[in-house]
């Protein structure tokens, strides 16, 4: 184990964390608040421990698998704990652990919250919250690696160890020129939604803060309705489209820019994906129809958000979902486990696991009844290699057994079945909202702090695809000799 790259790194990780704190400092300035001195207090903490470690020089820099997949996991452990800083010295939340839940909540993309008071908080501290949103959407080595200096050895280990899905990798031969051309997409399209929400009536303080957390697909909102407090049809209609783009593997956008658009529509994950999505759209509306006194229009407006929002694990909110029928929310109970297309900002287990999952269940049928039938898995056409498809039914395992252990201990809190099983759910899908007390009018604020702790492993565990966070407790890793 090289530990002075990864400490190296991880120095790398909080110069650059210091440098994205001067953009809420900014901001606090322009209002002219006083949690400008949070944010100067906690950058002038956190530098001499950067300047030390970043002056750590390892004579061999390869990143190999156990480097990268340990980096990733304690990077996000320290820029959670630097990023709750801002709160704890500001006041706004206290306690380290509620700050560290929140921080967590935000890198990850989850939006799940403690604060129960949201729209009188100083613009600088609602700006961060949001701002963690997007650094963690497309994910925050990815935006390191698309600054800073090669490294000369193998840091695909840490692009695969942070993307989600099954089989991540390069678009372009170089890790950086990768890094560069996903966050350049991701900035332009959070640019234009942006500017479409200010035309359909937000302020410019709303629409950014607004367009962060669809692009994290993270949900944080600066109201405490949510995006219900708006009450504007198209705003609404606006975050529910770029809430699915948001959703859709960015490698299909470098696609149609590079102008091959048959591959996009070969793309059977994406075909599934918009099948998913229509089909939950349509039977919602139908099962809410009732609700809305068969107002179709509004039915299919709000079946449509709360799908969005789910399926992508952003957590916007326009209705309190916990007053729908029992079918609506089963069918966004499976969509929390479903959530979005691998190499996406959103969360989940993935829609591309599905599809592996499905096609290797059929082909264990047809060996039965064809015994001396030889046939693989593919998607697009691709023969999927058996370690891959090993790899997805051992992460859907590893999946459902931290969620039944996390339960277990939350359980403790004494809280009733559903809002112990959901909060785990949604914080290990990065979905944000539950049912019952943590629903889409709820938050985390009355859970125990052992239960917090755990909600947070479970939204890291979720975010970095579980390994990175399992990894770090293997007693082998920590040895010399490895």
């Known amino acids: 184990m090289n530990y002075k790259v990864v400490l190296n790194i991880l120095g790398n990780v909080i110069k650059y964390e210091l440098l994205l704190l001067l953009i809420p400092l900014g901001v606090s300035f322009i209002y002219g608040e006083q949690d400008i001195i949070a944010f100067v207090i906690t950058i002038a903490i956190m530098l001499p421990i950067c300047i030390v470690l970043r002056r750590i020089k390892s004579n061999k820099k390869d990143i190999y698998p156990k480097e990268g997949f340990l980096t990733v996991g304690l990077a996000w452990l320290v820029i959670s704990a630097i990023g709750a800083l801002p709160f704890v010295i500001s006041g706004t939340i206290p306690s380290f652990i509620d700050a560290f839940f929140e921080t967590v909540s935000g890198f990850t993309t989850t939006g799940a919250t403690?604060?129960?008071?949201?729209e009188s908080l100083p613009h600088g501290i609602l700006?961060?919250?949001?701002?963690?949103?997007?650094?963690?959407?497309?994910?925050f080595l990815i935006f390191i690696l698309a600054l800073m200096p090669s490294f000369g050895g193998n840091t695909i280990h840490l692009l695969k160890a942070e993307s989600p899905g099954p089989t991540p990798g390069k678009i372009v031969p170089k890790i950086k020129q990768t890094a560069k051309i996903l966050y350049s997409i991701y900035f332009v399209l959070t640019f234009i939604q942006t500017i479409l929400l200010v035309i359909a009536g937000m302020s410019w303080f709303d629409a950014i803060v607004h367009a962060l957390g669809t692009a994290g697909t993270g949900g944080f909102s600066n109201m405490n309705a949510s995006v219900a407090a708006f009450n504007n049809p198209a705003v609404e209609w606006i975050i529910t489209i770029f809430m699915l783009l948001f959703g859709v593997n960015f490698v299909l956008y470098f696609q149609l820019i590079k102008g091959n658009i048959k591959q996009v529509l070969r793309s059977e994950e994406l075909r599934y994906y918009v099948l998913?999505?229509?089909?939950?759209i349509i039977l919602i509306t139908?099962?809410?129809?009732?609700l809305n006194s068969g107002a179709v229009s509004e039915s299919i407006r709000q079946s449509s958000f709360q799908v969005a929002s789910v399926i992508t694990t952003t957590g916007y909110a326009t209705v309190d979902f916990n007053l729908w029928p029992t079918?609506?929310?089963?069918?966004?109970?499976?969509?929390?486990?479903?959530g979005a297309m691998a190499g996406s900002t959103g969360g989940g287990i993935k829609t591309i696991r599905f599809i592996v999952v499905f096609k290797a269940i059929r082909r264990e049928i047809n060996k039965i009844l064809h015994p001396r039938r030889v046939k693989s898995v593919k998607i697009d056409n691709n023969v999927i290699e058996e370690e891959t498809i090993s790899g997805v039914f051992l992460f859907i395992f590893a999946y459902i057994t931290i969620a039944l252990i996390a339960t277990f201990i939350?359980?403790?809190?004494g809280f009733d079945m559903v809002t112990t099983s959901t909060s785990v759910i949604a914080t290990l899908s990065n979905i944000g909202p539950g049912f019952e007390m943590v629903g889409a009018v709820g938050n985390y604020s009355a859970f125990s702090p052992i239960s917090k702790i755990v909600l947070s492993f479970c939204m890291l565990a979720g975010r970095l695809e579980i390994y990175p966070m399992l990894i770090m407790f293997s007693p082998s890793l920590w040895k010399k000799k490895y």
């Open 114 to 118: 403690i604060l129960t008071e949201i």
């Open 127 to 139: 700006f961060w919250r949001s701002f963690t949103h997007w650094m963690g959407g497309m994910g």
């Open 276 to 280: 998913v999505v229509l089909a939950s």
């Open 286 to 290: 139908f099962n809410i129809l009732p």
């Open 327 to 338: 079918l609506s929310k089963i069918i966004l109970t499976i969509l929390m486990f479903m």
């Open 410 to 413: 939350v359980a403790f809190d």
